[in-house]
């Protein structure tokens, strides 16, 4: 839950603050009151992971969009019911498009 270089936020339709580190390449993850839950990306250039993510915004579908700075990259990412993001291994749709899982390091 530390930061590095907070680059953007957006708030989840639960009301989680999720929050882009560039430096970290990881995008956090809080609660409404501001308490660490978990994190999604890490350092990397595959489904999933995050090479220096810059903004993040929130899709019509309730999807979460996380643009990358270097590589010109942007990755989906989803949070079924249930709150945690999504499945147990990313999978790749279309163009690109990642659902990705969380990484949770409490």
């Known amino acids: 839950g530390n930061f590095s270089f907070p680059s953007g936020v957006t708030v989840s339709p639960a009301g989680e603050i999720l929050v882009v580190d560039m430096f ?3 995008v956090n993850r809080f609660d ?3 308490n660490f839950l978990s994190y999604i990306g890490g350092k990397g250039t595959g489904p999933g992971a995050l ?3 810059c903004s993040i915004t929130r ?3 309730d999807r979460f969009v996380v643009l990358e700075k270097v ?3 942007y990755q989906v990412f989803a949070f079924p019911e ?9 999978e790749v749709e279309g163009n690109g ?4 899982k ?3 390091r409490r």
């Open 24 to 26: 970290r390449q990881v």
């Open 32 to 34: 409404n009151e501001g």
């Open 51 to 53: 090479t220096y993510p």
């Open 59 to 61: 899709d019509a579908d």
């Open 71 to 73: 590589g010109c990259r």
């Open 82 to 90: 249930g709150g945690e993001p999504g499945a147990d291994d990313p």
């Open 97 to 100: 498009d990642v659902i990705a």
């Open 102 to 104: 969380t990484t949770d």
